[in-house]
């Protein structure tokens, strides 16, 4: 049998890190994934994942990622269900991460100043042929 996924979408929020009794870190995430078609409005809509990442996972996506961070993560589809306080049955099927890669750039001090203008690089033309020492 194979249970795998693979899923690439922005944070919906920032990464929320707990520990468990006995010191396990675990953060809940969730993942807005497009849709690869457009609603009869014209709109692309979204998925909402919900994840699990244990471990040194879970500590690093909440120390470098923040809501809107693009995330690649594979793991496997797991479901379980409980019985909520009205005594109904609620069903719930996640994400739990078995690898994580962060897609976005790092922001830099500069990229995260909302007044800073952007810069203007000067551009220069391509070297000639002959002016390459590898050719």
Not at 41 to 66: M, Q, R
Not at 86 to 106: D, I, P
Not at 113 to 128: I, K, M
Request: aromatic share 6%; with cysteine; hydrophobic share 30%.
């Amino acid at each position: 049998m194979i249970n795998q996924v693979t899923l690439v979408g922005r944070l919906t929020k920032d990464p929320d890190l707990r520990y468990t009794p006995d010191g396990k870190a675990v953060s809940n995430i969730t993942l807005a994934v497009n849709r690869h078609y457009k609603n009869a409005s014209g709109e692309i809509e979204a998925d909402f994942v919900h994840c699990i990442l244990w471990g040194k996972t879970a500590e690093n996506t909440t120390n470098y990622c923040k809501k809107g961070a693009v995330l690649g993560v594979t793991g496997r589809i797991q479901t379980r269900n409980y019985d909520n306080q009205e005594g109904k049955r609620v069903y719930v099927t996640e994400v739990v991460a078995e690898g994580v890669r962060f897609l976005s750039s790092k922001p830099t001090p500069q990229s995260a100043s909302t007044s800073q203008q952007p810069q203007t690089v000067p551009t220069t033309p391509p070297p000639q042929r002959e002016e390459l020492p590898f050719v």
